[in-house]
């Protein structure tokens, strides 16, 4: 079993649609959870991150963790053409044990908006 | 803004080559990191480095090493290319561990 499980899509919505990108984990361990967003024939760039269990908002971007169920997501409001990409979760133990200071990502889902 | 460049974007190779991928970042960053990215597998670390001269294992570095003599050059060798080593290779930079810096990758095909 991956450590991390992301469902890889694809995924096509219409824009304006709200987007939800989902990940479970089963390592306990890990203590800061991020979001990456990866366009076409480039490298992921760091959207959002997160240390503690709840809500974090940025702009049309929510990222959530519930540490309890070892499931975060992230939700994209009023979805744009431009968010079409590939996210990527991923996440890290910063203290001790095998998997520490290595970040794991998971398999990325295919996120298309169209007009 | 941080810049990581990797010095190829697209390489063909023959197996048994040995190859070489640069990286150089120039933000003096401490943590240098080498992944692949495969459809449906989605990153996997092969080395990382924390400082100059230093490397960890990842979790896929067989038939893999790296160098790092400066702080801003990290090196991902394949001694001797296989087909199994055909993919986007990402190289990444850190100054904490868990906020990465990705270059544009390298398509290697080995054939």
């Known amino acids: 079993q991956k450590e991390v499980e992301q469902d890889p899509g694809p995924l096509s919505v219409p824009e304006g649609a709200i987007v939800s990108l989902n990940c479970t984990y089963s390592?306990?361990?890990?203590?800061?959870f991020m979001w990456y967003r990866q366009y076409s024939r480039k490298g992921p760039e760091l959207l959002m991150y997160?240390?503690?269990?709840g809500n974090k908002e940025d702009g049309r971007f929510t990222a959530q963790v519930d540490k309890s169920s070892k499931y975060i997501s992230l939700f994209i409001r009023d979805s744009q053409p431009s968010d079409s990409a590939t996210y990527l979760c991923?996440?890290?133990?910063?203290?001790?044990?095998?998997?520490?200071?290595?970040?794991?990502f998971g398999q990325g889902t295919i996120l298309t908006v169209h007009p | 803004d941080v810049k990581v460049t990797q010095s190829s974007r697209y390489l063909v190779k023959r197996t048994g080559e040995k190859v070489f991928l640069e990286c150089v970042q120039d933000m003096d960053h401490e943590n240098m990191f080498w992944y692949r990215q495969d459809p449906g597998l989605g990153l996997r670390l092969i080395y990382f480095?924390?400082?100059?001269?230093?490397?960890e294992k990842g979790d896929i570095p067989e038939g893999y090493s790296v160098s790092r003599e400066k702080k801003e050059r990290f090196s991902l060798i394949l001694e001797s290319a296989s087909t199994n080593q055909t993919s986007m290779y990402l190289c990444?930079?850190?100054?904490?561990?868990?906020?990465?810096?990705f270059g544009s990758g390298t398509q290697l095909s080995v054939l």
């Open positions: 997160t240390y503690s269990s």
């Open positions: 990444a930079s850190s100054l904490q561990r868990e906020k990465l810096f």
């Open positions: 480095s924390y400082d100059v001269k230093m490397k």
């Open positions: 991923a996440m890290i133990v910063l203290a001790g044990g095998t998997s520490y200071g290595k970040l794991t």
């Open positions: 390592n306990s361990a890990f203590q800061y």
